[in-house]
């Protein structure tokens, strides 16, 4: 199986008043066509940035992307432009991500009349429908406007609008996360029938884990810009050991009365994201902090097979 | 029975037959009856503007000293003014200077304001730093004071004061779509169309144009107000429209004089500037109602 998508030291910084704010930081994966690759973590620790870092919605500041081989950093406007065919995203807000003044068949024409795919107007609406359907909408619907709908057709509106193209890399930004519960699991299913059917690759921001758990192969877990354990899915709930994962996974609800949970419950302060101190981001949270810890950034290691962890300590907290 | 007639609405509702927008913003603005009015005044209005020559009883500058001064009669609809003209043929006549001026004058200000309002607003940064310092400057010199810096500078005549009112409201504009370009430019959608390969240009005309519009609409349609006001005011200090065409605001300060002995004189060309203004604004509440799809019932 061959990587679809290549990412090596991507960095991407934003200028602030106060410093440089690491959104990203030295964060490198590979991801296999066909996949989905969760990305979890708390808020502001740089999911949705590298999301839009990805499919060249945010200018990299250092760092390499291989897409199909190609790197897509230094590329020229108009190559960029030929790429965003293959590279999508779905948005985490269907209220604000959708034009309110275009009726639903205008925002999903939007990406063919751009891309001039269909030759004719009679061309662009059967592309259109056909898009409605396989996402799920009457045809009836067309004429709406997105303010008429609810949460869940409108998110279905996005994900036609991503799929106009036939793209082959989808960034998913916390697509359920605005949805109520029943709404979560037919777009959920919607997606995943989808990417049996196209083959699509998802990149899945959330910071759901439940949903994670169900969707993703693998999983990448990331705190304050850094990645700090990336493995398979199974493996991480069976077996996780940077100390933020136990934490982050000890948070699930158990929905059994009568089991005792033991909450893994983090103090002190997140250390700000602008200008970081050297050594490791989650130093001043770790209870197992120590100076080493402070001084020393952790660098991923690939602890056991394809499981990497970046921490010190790794095995001394764990029995691996 | 009831219900049936309810799907039935319904499913009318969801018009799948292909309608243009142009057609959904009408259908909205025809149900407003207000705007319908002051469409119908500001019609009535361009009609006269077009037939003044047909509508007028005499010429705009037959004067006829014999009778001076009259007040509304049938022979004289308005009165006469102190020259003997008929004030009534005036009013018709100068219905096509003021709202020549007060369009064209708005239009040179939505323009040339908007172009410098969104692109302040939509590259930020340094540019916006520096358009709108510039626009700063602008706006601490009152509007009437630049108009007639500029008026005296050109020199006077109608093209001139059309330049001048529509230069001096220049800042206004550029603040108010600055501003709806950047609530609208931080919203996802704008992110959505560069993720399917909207260029800059295709963002402006597609996304942000449409969303900052009605604010603008808003704004010329008191802007025609206003610069017919404007107009009026430069007609009253002389830098403006040259006598003996006939402008209502020239006619109302002309007028001023005589407001004991003889009101009507101000009184008729008073009103007309009322009524255009009132039928503008209630046709720009109604336009900006109707642009927005969201007010859809």
């Given at each position: 199986m061959s990587a679809l998508l290549e990412v090596k030291n991507l960095k991407k910084y934003f200028k602030t008043p106060r410093g440089m704010l690491h959104a990203v930081d030295d964060v490198s994966f590979d991801l296999n066509s066909g996949k989905t690759l969760g990305v979890v973590g708390e808020s502001g620790c740089g999911k949705s940035t590298l999301g839009r870092v990805l499919i060249n919605l945010l200018e990299a500041t250092d760092g390499e992307i291989?897409?199909?081989?190609?790197?897509?950093i230094g590329m020229k406007k108009k190559q960029i432009k030929d790429l965003r065919q293959y590279m999508?995203?779905?948005?985490?807000?269907?209220?604000?991500?959708?034009?309110?003044?275009?009726?639903?068949?205008?925002?999903?024409?939007?990406?063919?009349?751009?891309?001039?795919?269909?030759?004719?107007?009679?061309?662009?609406?059967?592309?259109?429908?056909?898009?409605?359907?396989?996402?799920?909408?009457?045809?009836?619907?067309?004429?709406?406007?997105?303010?008429e709908l609810d949460g869940g057709r409108r998110q279905r509106i996005g994900i036609a609008r991503a799929?106009?193209?036939?793209?082959?890399?989808i960034v998913c930004d916390e697509p359920v996360s605005a949805l109520d519960v029943s709404i979560q699991a037919q777009i959920l299913n919607l997606m995943q029938d989808l990417q049996k059917e196209r083959g699509l690759t998802y990149l899945f921001i959330t910071h759901n884990l439940s949903v994670v758990k169900h969707i993703s192969d693998d999983i990448m877990v990331m705190y304050?810009?850094?990645?700090?354990?990336?493995?398979?899915?199974?493996?991480?709930?069976?077996?996780?050991?940077?100390?933020?994962?136990?934490?982050?996974?000890?948070?699930?609800?158990?929905?059994?009365?009568?089991?005792?949970?033991?909450?893994?419950?983090l103090e002190g302060e997140i250390s700000s994201p602008i200008n970081p101190k050297p050594g490791c981001r989650f130093a001043s949270r770790c209870i197992y902090a120590k100076e080493r810890c402070?001084?020393?950034?952790?660098?991923?290691?690939?602890?056991?097979?394809?499981?990497?962890?970046?921490?010190?300590?790794?095995?001394?907290?764990n029995i691996l | 029975m009831k219900i049936v007639e309810k799907t039935t609405k319904l499913a009318l509702n969801f018009n799948t037959k292909k309608t243009g927008q142009g057609y959904d913003v009408w259908m909205r603005f025809k149900k407003n009856r207000l705007a319908l009015?002051?469409?119908?005044?500001?019609?009535?209005?361009?009609?006269?503007?077009?037939?003044?020559?047909v509508v007028a009883p005499y010429k705009f500058d037959l004067q006829d000293l014999l009778s001076t001064s009259q007040k509304p009669s049938l022979k004289h609809l308005f009165g006469t003014d102190n020259l003997g003209r008929d004030i009534f043929s005036r009013i018709v006549y100068g219905s096509r200077i003021s709202l020549f001026v007060g369009f064209v004058a708005a239009a040179i200000g939505t323009l040339v304001g908007g172009a410098l309002g969104s692109i302040a607003g939509y590259y930020g940064d340094k540019i916006d730093t520096i358009i709108m310092r510039a626009i700063d400057i602008m706006m601490a010199i009152p509007a009437m004071v630049l108009a007639i810096a500029i008026c005296a500078a050109l020199g006077p005549g109608l093209l001139n004061t059309m330049i001048a009112v529509g230069i001096s409201?220049?800042?206004?504009?550029?603040?108010?779509v600055r501003g709806a370009v950047l609530t609208v430019k931080e919203q996802e959608?704008?992110?959505?169309?560069r993720a399917c390969g909207g260029n800059d240009f295709h963002i402006i005309l597609k996304h942000i144009t449409p969303n900052c519009l009605a604010p603008i609409i808003v704004q010329a349609s008191l802007g025609v107000a206003d610069a017919i006001l404007a107009a009026a005011s430069m007609s009253f200090i002389g830098l403006g429209i040259q006598p003996p065409v006939p402008e209502w605001g020239a006619m109302l300060s002309a007028g001023r004089g005589y407001i004991r002995d003889n009101p009507h004189m101000v009184l008729f060309p008073g009103l007309a500037i009322m009524m255009t203004i009132y039928g503008l604004n209630l046709l720009g509440d109604g336009l900006r109602d109707a642009l927005d799809p969201k007010l859809k019932r």
């Open positions: 291989f897409f199909e081989g190609n790197n897509v999508q995203i779905i948005f985490q807000d269907p209220y604000s991500s959708l034009d309110p003044r275009m009726s639903v068949s205008e925002i999903i024409a939007e990406p063919l009349r751009i891309y001039e795919v269909c030759k004719s107007n009679d061309e662009l609406k059967k592309r259109v429908q056909e898009l409605m359907k396989i996402v799920g909408l009457t045809e009836r619907l067309a004429n709406a406007y997105p303010h799929l106009a193209l036939n793209p082959k890399f304050l810009g850094n990645m700090v354990e990336k493995c398979n899915t199974k493996a991480l709930f069976k077996r996780n050991f940077h100390p933020y994962t136990k934490a982050l996974l000890s948070a699930i609800p158990i929905p059994q009365i009568g089991i005792e949970k033991r909450r893994i419950l402070n001084s020393e950034q952790p660098v991923l290691r690939e602890i056991l097979a394809d499981h990497f962890v970046a921490c010190h300590y790794v095995e001394s907290i | 009015v002051g469409m119908f005044i500001v019609g009535l209005l361009l009609l006269m503007a077009v037939l003044a020559p409201t220049v800042p206004r504009y550029a603040r108010v959608f704008i992110e959505a169309s």
